[in-house]
């Protein structure tokens, strides 16, 4: 507890919060723009469109923004050089643990606030009837999920290098990588990918009409392991970085 | 100031040496393009543009959303090797005019960034010639590469701007990217001209390599935010007291 506080501590007005805050709203923003002006149509699918659109949204921003907040939260060690000093102090799984903390409740913040700007905009834009909570509910668990992956894979790379270039290069290129595996197929097991295998809705658009059809999604075994796949890269990521950090030479 | 500038780059080369961040420009355009002419050749029958198709292919996504990035990554690197530790003493206490050693700093961010955008055209070229297009390549890809390297520039000089004043290295990360999607909006509300992060894009043609654009305007531009944000960082170097780490 004490070491979570000192990590609280030590994060005082470097303004990640506020990082976050930006970045998010940039989600925000691109989330008004998509559907600013919808039709009847539009109106009746809102809920489920939103739960589309949320994934392959954050499939693009998420490994950049993980990959940015891991970088603020393990560089504070690397410009202090304080790593042989906390070490001495405690022991060196509880400073990691108190990280992984740290950046949780940032990533608890971030969905939290997704999904309440995602119902707040629903609701103003009057789509018809009310989010199916449990399909909601799903989306906010697999989201966390898959941020809380990215997070553990990113605080991992940018505690073991002081060159903070390669993580930051790591985060921008899964985002690139997700954005591409968007366009072959809606799930995979790579960790970049998590957000396309949790995405619970589809898009069917008919060319000739050219209307869009929104459906809920029925998983495959094969779609169902890339979703439990997320579970497995959060196990191992956090197994891995736990242990690599532990043997880490200050 | 000539001198002063050679001795500058010099000192910047020397601190990058042996540093392999140049690797990023490399591999992610041949992530883009490999999957760029994947998707090219499995809708070959309504992609039938050919070399103006595949281009489309491999630069959409990387123009708008990650060279943005990449250039923000590099610069940033450029900046933390002052930022850290006590460099900053040694840094404002060199026998260099401050305009030379930005300068200098400047020089490495757009030998990159050009790299970068060659290697873009060379995979391009590659690519379409793996796939059999029989078509000549097109002409047009000189103005491309011309055009981008004008966009990345001043991409450079933003970028930089951003890196020397905020001392993480992250957070300019955050404003390229959350700049590059920006662009993606001003490029549809016809603004792209005159925003930095869409000016690169609208060069590189990453949208539509037959759309027509105002070169002049692009010139104009691009050379005026180059002049603005290089001023402001020269002049962030001399007027502002930045304390060493």
Same mark, same amino acid.
């Given at each position: 507890m004490i070491t979570l506080r000192m990590?609280?501590?030590?994060?005082?007005?470097?303004?990640?919060?506020?990082?976050?805050?930006?970045?998010?709203?940039?989600?925000?923003?691109?989330?008004?723009?998509?559907?600013?002006?919808?039709?009847?149509?539009?109106?009746?699918?809102?809920?489920?469109?939103?739960?589309?659109?949320?994934?392959?949204?954050?499939?693009?921003?998420?490994?950049?923004?993980m990959s940015v907040l891991a970088s603020r939260l393990a560089d504070v060690e690397h410009k202090g050089n304080t790593y042989k000093l906390l070490n001495t102090l405690r022991r060196p799984g509880e400073l990691y643990h108190a990280k992984v903390i740290c950046g949780l409740c940032f990533i608890l913040a971030i969905s939290a606030a997704q999904f309440i700007f995602v119902i707040v905009l629903g609701y103003a834009r009057d789509y018809a009837g009310h989010p199916e909570w449990n399909y909601y509910a799903k989306a906010f668990v697999l989201n966390l999920a898959c941020c809380l992956s990215l997070y553990l894979l990113q605080l991992l790379l940018s505690m073991l290098f002081f060159n903070q270039m390669i993580p930051l290069v790591v985060g921008i290129g899964g985002s690139m990588l997700g954005l591409i595996?968007?366009?072959?197929?809606?799930?995979?097991?790579?960790?970049?990918?998590?957000?396309?295998?949790?995405?619970?809705?589809?898009?069917?658009?008919?060319?000739?009409?050219?209307?869009?059809?929104?459906?809920?999604?029925?998983?495959?075994?094969?779609?169902?392991?890339?979703v439990f796949m997320i579970f497995v890269w959060i196990v191992v990521f956090y197994t891995v970085g736990r242990i690599l950090f532990k043997r880490k030479e200050v | 100031m000539h001198t002063s500038y050679i001795r500058a780059v010099k000192a910047e080369s020397l601190k990058l040496k042996r540093s392999p961040v140049w690797l990023a420009f490399y591999a992610l355009p041949v992530i883009s393009a490999f999957f760029g002419t994947m998707n090219y050749k499995l809708n070959i029958e309504v992609l039938q543009s050919e070399w103006y198709s595949l281009w489309s292919q491999h630069t959409l996504f990387l123009c708008y959303l990650f060279m943005p990035a990449l250039i923000g990554t590099y610069c940033s690197y450029l900046w933390r090797l002052e930022h850290t530790r006590h460099n900053w003493n040694s840094f404002l206490t060199a026998p260099l005019p401050l305009s030379s050693l930005y300068l200098?700093?400047?020089?490495?961010? %757009?030998?990159? +960034?050009?790299?970068?955008?060659?290697? !873009?055209?060379?995979?391009?070229? *590659?690519? @379409?010639?793996?796939?059999?297009?029989?078509?000549?390549?097109?002409?047009?890809?000189?103005?491309?590469?011309?055009?981008?390297?004008?966009?990345?520039?001043?991409?450079?000089?933003?970028?930089?701007?951003?890196?020397? %004043?905020?001392? +993480?290295?992250?957070?300019?990360?955050? !404003?390229?990217?959350?700049?590059? *999607?920006? @662009?993606?909006?001003?490029?549809?509300?016809?603004?792209?001209?005159?925003?930095?992060?869409?000016?690169?894009?609208?060069?590189?043609?990453?949208?539509?390599?037959?759309?027509?654009?105002?070169?002049?305007t692009l010139v104009v531009n691009s050379i005026g935010y180059m002049i603005v944000f290089a001023t402001l960082s020269i002049f962030y170097l001399r007027r502002h007291e930045i304390a060493a780490n």
């Open positions: 990590e609280f501590q030590k994060i005082r007005r470097k303004k990640i919060a506020l990082t976050m805050c930006a970045l998010i709203c940039v989600q925000f923003a691109w989330l008004l723009w998509s559907g600013s002006h919808p039709d009847e149509s539009g109106r009746l699918q809102g809920w489920i469109e939103m739960l589309h659109s949320l994934p392959l949204v954050s499939v693009i921003m998420m490994p950049t923004i595996l968007m366009y072959i197929k809606m799930y995979s097991f790579l960790p970049w990918g998590g957000f396309l295998s949790s995405a619970q809705v589809r898009m069917d658009w008919n060319p000739e009409t050219r209307v869009i059809h929104f459906y809920y999604r029925e998983y495959s075994t094969l779609e169902l392991c890339a | 200098g700093k400047l020089t490495q961010a %757009v030998r990159v +960034s050009v790299l970068g955008n060659l290697w !873009i055209f060379a995979l391009f070229f *590659i690519c @379409g010639t793996l796939t059999g297009i029989q078509s000549p390549f097109p002409r047009e890809a000189l103005e491309w590469f011309l055009c981008g390297t004008l966009g990345a520039v001043a991409v450079c000089c933003v970028q930089l701007f951003f890196s020397l %004043v905020i001392r +993480s290295f992250s957070i300019p990360i955050g !404003i390229a990217l959350a700049g590059g *999607i920006f @662009g993606l909006y001003m490029t549809n509300h016809d603004y792209g001209m005159d925003y930095p992060y869409s000016i690169y894009c609208l060069g590189m043609r990453a949208n539509n390599p037959n759309m027509e654009i105002s070169i002049s």
